[in-house]
């Protein structure tokens, strides 16, 4: 009997619940269709942000790669010494041109920490490219043919865009962090400054994140420095330059590590060995 009392009950609460539902709609049907048109906008604009923000990681992560592709290239050129140096200079400005359009769209649509540290680091790979680039004999009489700026200048630009990830939080990318400090310190090597170029060798050696591979580049270059700032003297007075292994250059992020094994170097850039200034 209680059983069917509270059956009849609850009939009886839902029948006057449905017999009010038009009242209900007629008074606040604004209301709810507002809140409901503001709950379907909320769900498509986070889609649209989820959306947008992978759009924007597959934009920057293919112009990050033909930047790096161009650098390559560009890397690649500068060892050419014959040719048509005409030929030789429009092929150069077009990598660069490609590189500083990627790099540039890269750095500004970055979606996160860890691809702009390689962005930037790429960027100053670049321009210590651009810095070591051999001036073309012919660029004496035709300008057109040399850089626009001059290797001090491109040293600053490669400086400063390695001096980028040291701060946090692009320094979280320890990969980066490592070719940025291998990057300053050959700056500080072509400088002659061999108090900065051990500074940032022993920081590459001290961190513990650092690649062992690359640890051990770091301590064998910063052994090489005493000889680079104490250079043999000659009987006729004259300083002999030493000549100290080949440096392999700031390292590149992407194809850093060759596929057959994780400890293999592949250099981003091969480089001039660091020279001693003038009259020291």
Request: charge should be negative; hydrophobic fraction near 40%.
């Amino acid at each position: 009997m209680k059983t069917e009392r509270r059956h009849e009950l609850k009939t009886n609460s839902l029948a006057h619940w449905l017999e009010a539902v038009p009242d209900l709609l007629r008074r606040h049907g604004n209301k709810i269709l507002l809140g409901i048109t503001f709950i379907c906008l909320a769900v498509i604009l986070v889609r649209y942000r989820m959306q947008q923000a992978e759009d924007d990681r597959t934009t920057a992560s293919t112009n990050l790669n033909a930047a790096e592709a161009a650098i390559d290239d560009l890397t690649v050129s500068s060892m050419r010494v014959l040719g048509d140096q005409g030929l030789m200079a429009q092929a150069r400005d077009n990598d660069v041109q490609e590189a500083e359009s990627g790099l540039e769209i890269a750095l500004r649509m970055a979606p996160d920490s860890q691809m702009k540290a390689e962005a930037y680091l790429a960027q100053g790979n670049l321009n210590w490219a651009l810095a070591n680039y051999p001036s073309l004999p012919a660029a004496a009489t035709q300008p057109a043919l040399a850089l626009k700026k001059t290797s001090d200048e491109y040293l600053t630009a490669a400086q400063s865009a390695y001096s980028e990830i040291l701060i946090d939080p692009l320094s979280e990318n320890h990969h980066a962090l490592t070719g940025a400090r291998l990057g300053l310190a050959a700056i500080a090597e072509n400088q002659g400054d061999w108090d900065g170029a051990n500074r940032y060798y022993q920081q590459v050696s001290d961190d513990p994140a650092t690649d062992p591979t690359f640890k051990e580049y770091a301590q064998a270059r910063a052994k090489m420095l005493d000889n680079l700032k104490h250079p043999v003297l000659l009987a006729n007075g004259a300083a002999e330059l030493p000549q100290p292994e080949p440096m392999i250059g700031p390292v590149a992020p992407p194809g850093v590590l060759n596929d057959l094994s994780p400890f293999t170097i592949t250099p981003s850039a091969p480089v001039a060995p660091a020279t001693q200034p003038a009259g020291k």
